[in-house]
């Protein structure tokens, strides 16, 4: 595998249930990040992890959790989502130094909430 | 309120000729600048950057401006090719070291053969 990988790449979930979304990069970088794509908006930053330390939690709600186990894995947890909630989810990662590298995304997932 | 906007959700243009998309962005506080190109079912591919210290990067086909003082830039591509139709986002960086960016809303370009 190269680069960042997302699973699943569809989900349909009730509003009952708890799911995680999986996020690996195989890039060697030190920061990773989840945002939200909703139709007709910009992406949303929901968080970010620097060096697996959460540094941003963009007002996300708390239905929303993030894991960041070691600096390769990234993951979204999931449980009593509503409608609205449905959207894109991609995970990024890039190298955060002095000279900026740029974002790397995964393909994402596709996410319903029935 | 929306730091980085694209005011055009989409653009048509004819193979060969040049497209130009815009973005605008109003926090002074951005030092880097960032161009993403996005086809359906796929996550953002990074295209092409600027630093806020240089008014213009080109690399192939693509070349991105930047006008400060307007806190404009613009994306140009040239000539178009049909494979270029996709969805391009713009984005920004604040300086600090989080790595993080603001994305603008999207415009979809076609282009027609």
Redesign the interface.
Known sequence: ETG?T?TPRHLVMGMTNKKSLKCEQHLGHN?M?W?KQSA????E?MF?Y?FKEQ??NNSVPSRFSPECPNSSHLFLHLHTLQPEDSALY?C?S?Q???S?N???????TRLTVL | DQQVKQNSPSLSVQEGRISILNCDYTNSMFDYFLWYKKYPAEGPTFLISISSIKDKNEDGRFTVFLNKSAKHLSLHIVPSQPGDSAVYFCAAKVSSNTGKLIFGQGTTLQVKP
């Open positions: 960042v997302q920061a990040y945002y007709k908006k910009p992406l930053l970010v620097n540094t941003e991609l990024a890039s955060v130094s002095l900026y740029e974002q790397f995304f995964g393909p994402g």
